[in-house]
Protein backbone atom coordinates (compact mmCIF):
# COMPACT_ATOMS: atom_id res chain seq x y z
CA UNK A 1 0.00 0.00 0.00
CA UNK A 2 3.16 2.49 0.68
CA UNK A 3 4.51 1.88 -2.35
CA UNK A 4 1.23 2.40 -4.23
CA UNK A 5 0.55 5.50 -2.86
CA UNK A 6 4.46 6.71 -3.34
CA UNK A 7 3.36 6.22 -7.01
CA UNK A 8 0.08 7.89 -6.90
CA UNK A 9 1.73 11.15 -5.05
CA UNK A 10 4.63 10.82 -7.90
CA UNK A 11 2.20 10.49 -10.76
CA UNK A 12 0.09 13.70 -9.11
CA UNK A 13 3.11 15.47 -9.50
CA UNK A 14 4.14 15.04 -12.71
CA UNK A 15 0.60 15.52 -13.87
CA UNK A 16 0.57 19.07 -12.19
CA UNK A 17 4.21 19.69 -13.55
CA UNK A 18 2.86 19.15 -17.29
CA UNK A 19 -0.15 21.43 -16.49
CA UNK A 20 1.78 24.12 -15.03
CA UNK A 21 4.51 24.29 -17.36
CA UNK A 22 1.81 23.86 -20.12
CA UNK A 23 0.29 26.93 -19.34
CA UNK A 24 3.24 29.01 -19.37
CA UNK A 25 4.44 27.88 -22.88
CA UNK A 26 0.56 28.03 -23.84
CA UNK A 27 1.01 32.00 -22.65
CA UNK A 28 4.30 32.47 -24.37
CA UNK A 29 2.83 31.07 -27.83
CA UNK A 30 0.05 33.39 -27.51
CA UNK A 31 1.88 36.14 -26.81
CA UNK A 32 5.01 35.93 -29.20
CA UNK A 33 7.26 33.86 -27.21
CA UNK A 34 9.05 34.09 -24.07
CA UNK A 35 10.64 37.74 -22.49
CA UNK A 36 13.46 38.33 -19.76
CA UNK A 37 13.19 41.02 -17.12
CA UNK A 38 14.38 43.87 -19.61
CA UNK A 39 11.64 43.28 -21.82
CA UNK A 40 8.92 43.60 -19.43
CA UNK A 41 8.37 39.67 -17.76
CA UNK A 42 10.60 38.23 -15.23
CA UNK A 43 10.80 34.83 -15.26
CA UNK A 44 8.59 32.67 -12.75
CA UNK A 45 6.24 35.97 -12.34
CA UNK A 46 2.51 35.07 -10.89
CA UNK A 47 1.73 36.96 -14.23
CA UNK A 48 3.55 34.65 -16.69
CA UNK A 49 3.00 30.98 -15.05
CA UNK A 50 -0.53 31.41 -13.22
CA UNK A 51 -2.95 33.82 -15.38
CA UNK A 52 -4.01 33.08 -18.75
CA UNK A 53 -4.48 36.13 -20.85
CA UNK A 54 -8.45 37.14 -21.46
CA UNK A 55 -9.43 38.71 -24.76
CA UNK A 56 -12.05 41.34 -24.74
CA UNK A 57 -14.71 39.95 -27.05
CA UNK A 58 -16.58 43.56 -27.24
CA UNK A 59 -15.56 47.26 -27.47
CA UNK A 60 -13.13 48.69 -25.50
CA UNK A 61 -15.03 50.77 -22.68
CA UNK A 62 -12.39 54.56 -23.05
CA UNK A 63 -14.35 55.71 -19.25
CA UNK A 64 -13.17 52.52 -17.62
CA UNK A 65 -10.55 53.39 -14.42
CA UNK A 66 -9.27 49.79 -14.37
CA UNK A 67 -9.13 47.08 -16.61
CA UNK A 68 -10.25 43.46 -15.46
CA UNK A 69 -7.48 40.81 -13.85
CA UNK A 70 -5.36 39.48 -16.99
CA UNK A 71 -6.61 41.41 -19.51
CA UNK A 72 -5.27 41.18 -22.62
CA UNK A 73 -7.21 43.75 -25.17
CA UNK A 74 -8.39 41.94 -28.05
CA UNK A 75 -7.02 39.11 -30.26
CA UNK A 76 -5.05 40.76 -33.28
CA UNK A 77 -5.34 37.97 -35.36
CA UNK A 78 -9.23 37.33 -34.85
CA UNK A 79 -9.61 41.12 -35.31
CA UNK A 80 -7.38 40.53 -38.83
CA UNK A 81 -9.04 37.50 -39.98
CA UNK A 82 -12.98 38.98 -38.87
CA UNK A 83 -12.22 42.31 -40.99
CA UNK A 84 -10.61 40.78 -43.62
CA UNK A 85 -13.26 38.54 -44.45
CA UNK A 86 -15.85 40.97 -44.59
CA UNK A 87 -14.09 43.28 -46.65
CA UNK A 88 -16.14 44.76 -49.96
CA UNK A 89 -15.99 42.90 -52.64
CA UNK A 90 -14.02 44.51 -55.74
CA UNK A 91 -16.54 47.60 -57.12
CA UNK A 92 -19.00 48.07 -54.60
CA UNK A 93 -20.06 51.18 -52.61
CA UNK A 94 -19.82 51.17 -48.77
CA UNK A 95 -22.04 54.16 -48.79
CA UNK A 96 -24.58 51.68 -47.14
CA UNK A 97 -21.95 50.86 -44.06
CA UNK A 98 -19.40 48.14 -43.61
CA UNK A 99 -22.34 45.19 -44.16
CA UNK A 100 -22.56 45.97 -47.77
CA UNK A 101 -21.00 44.24 -50.62
CA UNK A 102 -19.02 41.47 -48.36
CA UNK A 103 -17.74 38.54 -49.49
CA UNK A 104 -17.94 36.47 -46.37
CA UNK A 105 -20.14 35.90 -43.39
CA UNK A 106 -20.75 38.99 -41.28
CA UNK A 107 -17.65 40.31 -39.07
CA UNK A 108 -17.79 39.65 -35.24
CA UNK A 109 -15.46 42.86 -34.86
CA UNK A 110 -17.07 46.19 -36.49
CA UNK A 111 -15.43 48.21 -38.18
CA UNK A 112 -17.09 50.90 -35.85
CA UNK A 113 -16.14 49.85 -32.63
CA UNK A 114 -13.04 51.13 -30.67
CA UNK A 115 -10.41 48.75 -30.26
CA UNK A 116 -7.62 47.48 -27.71
CA UNK A 117 -4.23 45.96 -28.40
CA UNK A 118 -1.54 45.20 -25.57
CA UNK A 119 2.12 45.89 -26.40
CA UNK A 120 4.92 44.44 -24.22
CA UNK A 121 7.51 46.76 -23.46
CA UNK A 122 11.10 45.63 -24.81
CA UNK A 123 12.97 47.55 -21.80
CA UNK A 124 11.79 48.96 -18.31
CA UNK A 125 14.30 50.94 -16.37
CA UNK A 126 13.24 52.46 -12.76
CA UNK A 127 14.51 55.84 -11.41
CA UNK A 128 14.16 55.83 -7.89
CA UNK A 129 15.45 58.95 -6.81
CA UNK A 130 12.25 61.01 -9.28
CA UNK A 131 10.27 57.28 -8.40
CA UNK A 132 9.61 56.80 -12.60
CA UNK A 133 9.75 53.76 -15.02
CA UNK A 134 10.87 54.21 -18.40
CA UNK A 135 9.21 52.04 -20.32
CA UNK A 136 10.44 51.52 -24.16
CA UNK A 137 8.28 49.75 -26.76
CA UNK A 138 9.75 48.92 -30.27
CA UNK A 139 8.25 50.73 -32.98
CA UNK A 140 8.36 48.37 -36.48
CA UNK A 141 8.54 49.38 -40.47
CA UNK A 142 4.89 49.05 -42.11
CA UNK A 143 6.10 48.08 -45.45
CA UNK A 144 3.63 48.73 -48.82
CA UNK A 145 4.66 46.76 -51.91
CA UNK A 146 7.53 45.85 -50.43
CA UNK A 147 9.07 49.10 -49.46
CA UNK A 148 8.56 50.98 -46.47
CA UNK A 149 5.69 53.24 -45.97
CA UNK A 150 7.35 56.94 -44.76
CA UNK A 151 4.31 57.76 -43.53
CA UNK A 152 3.48 55.17 -41.11
CA UNK A 153 4.54 52.64 -38.18
CA UNK A 154 3.61 50.17 -35.80
CA UNK A 155 3.45 48.34 -33.15
CA UNK A 156 4.03 44.75 -33.30
CA UNK A 157 1.50 43.00 -31.32
CA UNK A 158 1.64 38.96 -32.01
CA UNK A 159 4.59 37.20 -33.26
CA UNK A 160 3.45 33.10 -34.94
CA UNK A 161 6.68 31.35 -35.51
CA UNK A 162 6.44 28.88 -37.63
CA UNK A 163 10.39 27.40 -38.90
CA UNK A 164 13.25 28.36 -36.73
CA UNK A 165 16.48 26.12 -37.21
CA UNK A 166 19.95 26.16 -37.72
CA UNK A 167 21.72 23.36 -38.68
CA UNK A 168 25.31 22.83 -39.68
CA UNK A 169 27.01 19.78 -42.27
CA UNK A 170 30.10 19.40 -44.24
CA UNK A 171 30.76 18.43 -47.84
CA UNK A 172 32.92 16.16 -49.51
CA UNK A 173 36.41 18.86 -49.49
CA UNK A 174 35.71 19.06 -45.94
CA UNK A 175 34.11 23.05 -46.06
CA UNK A 176 31.59 23.28 -43.20
CA UNK A 177 27.94 24.43 -44.88
CA UNK A 178 25.85 26.50 -41.76
CA UNK A 179 21.74 26.71 -43.35
CA UNK A 180 19.25 28.71 -41.56
CA UNK A 181 15.76 28.72 -41.92
CA UNK A 182 13.21 31.52 -40.33
CA UNK A 183 9.63 31.30 -41.10
CA UNK A 184 6.94 33.04 -39.21
CA UNK A 185 4.00 35.03 -39.21
CA UNK A 186 3.46 38.39 -37.47
CA UNK A 187 0.45 41.15 -36.72
CA UNK A 188 1.28 44.55 -36.11
CA UNK A 189 -1.01 47.80 -35.74
CA UNK A 190 -0.19 50.40 -38.58
CA UNK A 191 -0.93 53.95 -37.62
CA UNK A 192 -0.04 57.36 -39.30
CA UNK A 193 -0.49 60.04 -36.21
CA UNK A 194 1.81 58.88 -33.75
CA UNK A 195 3.09 62.68 -33.61
CA UNK A 196 0.12 64.09 -32.15
CA UNK A 197 1.36 61.94 -29.33
CA UNK A 198 3.39 63.50 -26.19
CA UNK A 199 5.39 60.59 -25.67
CA UNK A 200 9.72 60.45 -26.55
CA UNK A 201 10.85 58.68 -30.32
CA UNK A 202 13.75 57.38 -30.90
CA UNK A 203 13.85 56.89 -34.25
CA UNK A 204 16.94 55.03 -35.58
CA UNK A 205 19.28 57.72 -38.48
CA UNK A 206 19.02 55.13 -41.21
CA UNK A 207 15.22 54.41 -41.33
CA UNK A 208 13.81 53.19 -44.80
CA UNK A 209 17.49 51.75 -45.64
CA UNK A 210 16.31 48.24 -45.18
CA UNK A 211 18.47 46.20 -47.69
CA UNK A 212 21.90 46.30 -45.57
CA UNK A 213 19.51 45.79 -42.91
CA UNK A 214 18.15 42.44 -44.22
CA UNK A 215 21.93 41.17 -45.09
CA UNK A 216 22.75 40.89 -41.23
CA UNK A 217 19.11 40.13 -39.57
CA UNK A 218 16.18 40.59 -41.82
CA UNK A 219 13.47 40.83 -39.28
CA UNK A 220 15.48 42.74 -37.08
CA UNK A 221 16.29 45.26 -39.66
CA UNK A 222 12.65 46.00 -39.50
CA UNK A 223 12.62 47.71 -36.24
CA UNK A 224 12.79 51.59 -36.42
CA UNK A 225 12.88 52.96 -32.97
CA UNK A 226 10.85 53.10 -29.91
CA UNK A 227 8.66 55.05 -28.00
CA UNK A 228 9.34 56.25 -24.15
CA UNK A 229 7.32 57.25 -21.63
CA UNK A 230 7.57 57.96 -18.23
CA UNK A 231 5.04 56.21 -15.49
CA UNK A 232 4.95 57.22 -12.04
CA UNK A 233 5.76 54.35 -9.34
CA UNK A 234 6.57 54.35 -5.87
CA UNK A 235 9.05 52.36 -4.55
CA UNK A 236 7.22 50.00 -2.93
CA UNK A 237 5.47 49.05 -6.59
CA UNK A 238 8.09 49.32 -8.58
CA UNK A 239 8.99 45.84 -9.02
CA UNK A 240 5.36 44.55 -9.59
CA UNK A 241 4.82 46.95 -12.27
CA UNK A 242 8.14 46.08 -13.70
CA UNK A 243 7.33 42.17 -13.69
CA UNK A 244 3.47 43.21 -15.19
CA UNK A 245 3.48 46.55 -16.45
CA UNK A 246 2.09 47.23 -20.29
CA UNK A 247 1.21 49.37 -23.09
CA UNK A 248 -2.18 49.20 -24.27
CA UNK A 249 -2.85 50.63 -27.40
CA UNK A 250 -6.51 52.21 -27.47
CA UNK A 251 -8.32 52.81 -31.89
CA UNK A 252 -10.29 52.72 -33.93
CA UNK A 253 -9.84 50.98 -37.23
CA UNK A 254 -9.04 53.09 -40.36
CA UNK A 255 -8.94 52.21 -44.12
CA UNK A 256 -7.57 50.07 -45.97
CA UNK A 257 -8.30 48.45 -42.22
CA UNK A 258 -6.21 45.26 -43.69
CA UNK A 259 -3.40 44.65 -45.78
CA UNK A 260 -0.43 42.00 -45.89
CA UNK A 261 2.49 41.61 -47.42
CA UNK A 262 5.31 38.97 -48.09
CA UNK A 263 9.23 39.08 -47.88
CA UNK A 264 10.16 35.54 -48.91
CA UNK A 265 14.68 35.18 -49.49
CA UNK A 266 15.34 32.03 -50.66
CA UNK A 267 18.44 30.12 -50.04
CA UNK A 268 21.96 30.41 -52.42
CA UNK A 269 24.90 28.51 -52.34
CA UNK A 270 26.44 31.74 -51.23
CA UNK A 271 23.75 32.82 -49.03
CA UNK A 272 22.18 29.38 -47.38
CA UNK A 273 19.23 31.47 -45.42
CA UNK A 274 15.82 30.56 -46.16
CA UNK A 275 13.63 33.28 -44.73
CA UNK A 276 9.95 33.59 -45.48
CA UNK A 277 8.15 36.34 -43.22
CA UNK A 278 4.29 36.90 -43.90
CA UNK A 279 3.24 40.85 -42.39
CA UNK A 280 0.03 40.97 -41.49
CA UNK A 281 -0.95 44.81 -40.63
CA UNK A 282 -4.03 45.86 -39.32
CA UNK A 283 -4.61 49.91 -39.90
CA UNK A 284 -5.93 51.80 -37.10
CA UNK A 285 -6.04 55.60 -36.02
CA UNK A 286 -4.49 55.94 -32.40
CA UNK A 287 -6.62 57.30 -30.14
CA UNK A 288 -4.99 57.04 -26.10
CA UNK A 289 -2.17 54.94 -25.27
CA UNK A 290 -2.96 53.36 -21.53
CA UNK A 291 -0.06 51.71 -19.28
CA UNK A 292 -1.57 49.22 -16.93
CA UNK A 293 -0.66 46.62 -14.59
CA UNK A 294 -2.00 43.52 -16.03
CA UNK A 295 -2.05 41.14 -13.85
CA UNK A 296 -4.25 43.09 -11.49
CA UNK A 297 -5.48 45.54 -14.05
CA UNK A 298 -4.57 48.73 -12.78
CA UNK A 299 -4.29 51.69 -15.07
CA UNK A 300 -1.14 53.63 -14.35
CA UNK A 301 -0.96 56.23 -16.92
CA UNK A 302 -3.36 57.27 -20.17
CA UNK A 303 -1.93 59.67 -22.63
CA UNK A 304 -4.08 61.21 -25.25
CA UNK A 305 -3.76 62.69 -28.28
CA UNK A 306 -2.40 66.48 -28.12
CA UNK A 307 -5.29 67.31 -30.98
CA UNK A 308 -8.83 67.26 -31.07
CA UNK A 309 -10.80 64.22 -32.97
CA UNK A 310 -11.13 65.65 -35.84
CA UNK A 311 -7.63 66.48 -36.93
Not at 135 to 146: F, I, N, P, R
Not at 265 to 286: G, M, S
Request: aromatic share 10%.
Amino acid sequence: MKSFGRATAVALSISFLLVFCGTDLLFAQRRGGTRGRSQGAAPGSAMEKLVPIEYDKGPFDTTLERLPRAYGGHNIQMVYDSIQNSAPKDGGSEAGGPDRGMTGPPSRFSPKWIYAFQVKPTEISYDKHEQMMQVHCDLWTVLAEGTADKGKSGFRIDYVPQVDNKYAYSTADGKKIEIEELKFREYTLAFGNLGEFPVEKNIFPDVGQLKDKFESSPDDGLKIGTIVARVPAAKGEADEFERNIRLLVVCNLAKPYVTSETIHLKATPEKPREYLAQHKYLHVRLLELWFYDAYNGKVLMKIRSGRGPAD
